[in-house]
Every structure is written in C-alpha cells, then in structure tokens.
C-alpha cells in the first residue's frame, strides 16, 4: 500500500516556474515507477510524465517536453516535477501516480493516485 501526497501547487504567471512534490509512504518506495497526470476543468485526465524505479529513465507527453522534468528522491520517497515556462493550457489539478512495474505513458494502469493539487497558470 502506498499513500501519496502532493504539494506545490499555486498560482503562477505565463512563463513562470512551479516544482510539484510528491510524497509517498512505505518503505518500498523505490519498487514503484511513478508519474504526474493532470486533469483540467471539462477535459479527460492527461499523462503528464514519469519515471522508471531507478530514476534513469523519464518519459515526457510531448506536449511538455522541455519545459518540464521529472526526478525522484528513492532515499526521501519523495517525486518531483518541475515545471518551467508554464502556459495558461497548463492549467490542471496535477496528480502523482504510482505503479509496481514499468513507467507507462497513459493515464491508466496506475495503482495508486494522490489527491492533486491545482496549478493555474494566469496569461
């Protein structure tokens, strides 16, 4: 079982920066791939990024893709995104994700959600 809490957050200008962290329990953090999935008012959930157990792989929807980057602390059970150059369509309540097995790079089959935690992002 693992429990996932997200925090970061916030509100932020067009071109600004936010890093998202997720903090996990359980000692078995490390066996877990994880990822950030994002929902915004009146769309289906969107995947977002995630990254593989070890940390060395990442996978990004193109749609973020080198503005933002996903990292893990194994030792802090903790992930993180941050997030540079935001735009208004990156406005979403983001959610942490996590899963036994393979980072994937669809909203589904992750075992484990966080609540969110909304960022909006004004132009």
């Known amino acids: 079982q693992v429990q996932l809490v997200e925090s970061g957050g916030g509100l932020v200008q067009a071109g600004g920066s936010l890093r998202l962290s997720c903090a996990a329990s359980?000692?078995?953090?490390?066996?877990?791939?994880m990822g950030w999935i994002r929902q915004a008012p009146g769309k289906e959930r969107e995947f977002v990024a995630s990254?593989?157990?070890?940390?060395?792989?990442?996978y990004y929807a193109d749609s973020v893709k080198g503005r933002f980057t996903i990292s893990r602390d194994n030792a802090g059970n903790t992930v993180y995104l941050q997030m540079n150059s935001l735009k208004s369509e990156d406005t979403a309540v983001y959610y942490c994700?996590?899963?036994?097995?393979?980072?994937?790079?669809?909203?589904?089959?992750?075992?484990?959600w966080g609540q969110g935690t909304q960022v909006t992002v004004s132009s």
């Open positions: 359980g000692r078995t953090f490390s066996r877990y791939a």
């Open positions: 994700a996590a899963r036994v097995g393979i980072a994937i790079v669809t909203t589904t089959p992750w075992e484990y």
């Open positions: 990254i593989t157990w070890s940390g060395v792989s990442q």
